[in-house]
């Protein structure tokens, strides 16, 4: 089992995620209900890379609420634009925080995650309808190859919105 206190190399990071896109392909095959297959991508991230916590936050209004996660308790509720979930809503884009402390407006769900991603998913219409949200324990465990792999694997989740 990898040891999560030493940071993945690159090149491990693509293994992964390159072995790990087929099962969610095969997960997402048939499976037409959102929570379920939100469900699944998230528990198949979390125990593929072991990450501190792995949800996904839908759009409902004005406001992010949260969906299917794995980790520890997490905010319910996450306002457009504030935190990293609301600004990646906000500027319809991946953002890729190394050190959350730094992050102005950062909201702490929990005292520890020192990094995160957020990905946007889009609705048939090509709007944000969902992100997904990623923290680690360690400072500055995303990276752009992290970014493009999850883009990848949040298209793949476009079709149940």
């Excluded at 991508?41 to 890379?49: N, S």
């Excluded at 520890?72 to 809503?89: D, K, L, S």
């Excluded at 309808?129 to 694997?153: M, N, P, R, W, Y």
């Amino acid at each position: 089992m990898q040891d999560q206190l030493t940071l993945p190399e690159t090149n491990d990071r693509v293994t992964l995620f390159t072995a790990l896109m087929p099962q969610i392909r095969e997960l997402l095959r048939e499976e037409r209900d959102q929570i379920a297959a939100l469900a699944n991508v998230a528990a198949a991230l979390h125990q593929t890379f072991g990450w501190h916590w792995v949800g996904f936050y839908r759009v409902m209004g004005a406001e992010l609420v949260l969906g299917p996660f794995q980790g520890p308790i997490a905010c319910t509720r996450i306002g457009f634009g504030r935190g990293v979930c609301g600004t990646a809503w906000q500027e319809e884009r991946t953002i890729i925080v190394p050190d959350v402390s730094k992050f102005p407006g950062h909201i702490a769900c929990s005292s520890a995650s020192r990094s995160e991603i957020v990905v946007p998913i889009r609705d048939s219409d090509g709007r944000i309808a969902a992100v997904l949200d990623i923290d680690s324990t360690q400072e500055a465990d995303f990276s752009i190859v992290d970014g493009h792999a999850l883009e990848q694997l949040c298209e793949l989740l476009e079709p149940l919105f």
